[in-house]
């Protein structure tokens, strides 16, 4: 969801640097793009999106909260099927903002229940063949408007995170053993109200923080993990830019910044995903408008596969 800029009080009580897209450079890939999805298929409020294979994206909508699955149709992607998703006790409406497929199963990230609008509740659930399976309440973000909380959602690999060196908020070296049952990598999540992503562990016993760090975007709208980096994406609150972070003496921070595409309209852009293979130089890339611009609510382009 859309909300204004914050103050730099809230940036610095989060122990994050303040640090926005404000040098950008462009796209790295055509600056087409088109729209993807029928006219009035999904209507407003399509949040996140996350591929599964190049064949499978995955999309939630934030109200009423609803999964989809899409594959291939016609020029774009059409609905192979959809269910709405409850908490897991099988109650409530999560306000679904963020969705990612990953080797430990599909979770999405809600910010509140919105049968009770009024409470922040950020939460990921892991979600099952037919039902919300798992659910951790978030620790040691701050406390924010109940519309402005957790918006994005990534995974990141042990394996990278370890190959690369990387240090969690004390210095410590990451060991994944120190997190039994976690799976086999972190969850990234983007908290919309300050641009921060917090590193998460989820284990048996609930969520742990391993870390948190700014996205060089003054807000977040969602997480992309991509092989050997982080995307963090923004809406039409920041034109549409999009940031990427790799490690850096143990840290994560920003490397670059990149304006959309020429071409994408500067929308309330919500969701945003890359394709995992390379055809002829290129990776597709998903953007999905929460407004529903023009009866639209997805728009493809591409990101070369170089850059």
């Given at each position: 969801?859309?909300?204004k800029?914050i103050g730099v009080f809230t ?37 996140g999106?996350s591929?599964e294979?190049?064949?499978?994206v995955?999309?939630v ?20 099927s959809k269910?709405s998703?409850?908490?897991?006790n099988g ?8 969705v ?13 229940d919105?049968d ?9 659930l ?7 399976t798992n ?8 406390s924010?408007d ?6 994005g ?7 990278f ?10 210095g410590?070296?990451?060991?994944p ?6 799976g086999?990598g972190?969850?990234?999540v983007?908290l919309e ?6 590193l998460?562990?989820?284990?048996d ?18 997480l ?21 972070l790799?490690i850096?003496?143990g ?11 020429s071409?994408l309209p500067?929308?309330?852009?919500e ?5 995992p293979?390379?055809i002829?130089?290129k ?24 850059a």
């Amino acid at each position: 969801m859309r909300i204004k800029a914050i103050g730099v009080f809230t940036v610095l009580a989060l122990g994050l640097t303040i640090s926005t897209a404000d040098a950008a450079t462009s796209w790295p890939g055509s600056s087409a793009t088109t729209t993807a999805d029928g006219a009035n298929v999904f209507g407003k409020n399509l949040s996140g999106l996350s591929f599964e294979s190049q064949g499978v994206v995955w999309a939630v909508k934030n109200g009423p909260s609803t999964l989809y699955r899409l594959v291939p149709g016609g020029s774009g992607w059409k609905v192979d099927s959809k269910r709405s998703l409850k908490f897991r006790n099988g109650k409530g409406d999560p306000d679904a903002e963020g969705v990612v497929s990953t080797p430990d199963g599909l979770f999405v990230v809600s910010e509140r229940d919105n049968d009770d609008e009024d409470v922040s509740s950020p939460m990921v659930l892991k979600v099952g063949a037919s039902a919300v399976t798992n659910e951790w309440k978030l620790p040691g973000m701050p406390s924010v408007d109940p519309n402005e909380g957790p918006e994005g959602i990534a995974w990141v690999p042990d394996s990278f995170l370890t190959a690369q060196g990387f240090k969690d908020d004390a210095g410590k070296v990451y060991d994944p053993a120190d997190y039994p049952g976690h799976g086999t990598g972190l969850v990234a999540v983007g908290l919309e109200a300050t641009g921060g992503i917090f590193l998460y562990a989820l284990q048996d016993a609930g969520a742990k923080l391993v870390a948190k760090f700014a996205s060089g975007q003054k807000q977040v709208m969602d997480l992309e993990w991509e092989g050997s980096r982080l995307w963090a994406s923004c809406d039409d609150n920041c034109s549409g830019r999009a940031t990427t972070l790799t490690i850096a003496n143990g840290r994560f921070t920003v490397s670059a910044t990149y304006d959309r595409p020429s071409k994408l309209p500067n929308v309330n852009l919500e969701g945003f995903a890359i394709a995992p293979s390379c055809i002829n130089g290129k990776k597709t890339v998903l953007w999905s408008d929460d407004d529903n611009t023009k009866s639209h609510a997805l728009h493809t382009g591409s990101l070369n596969c170089t850059a």
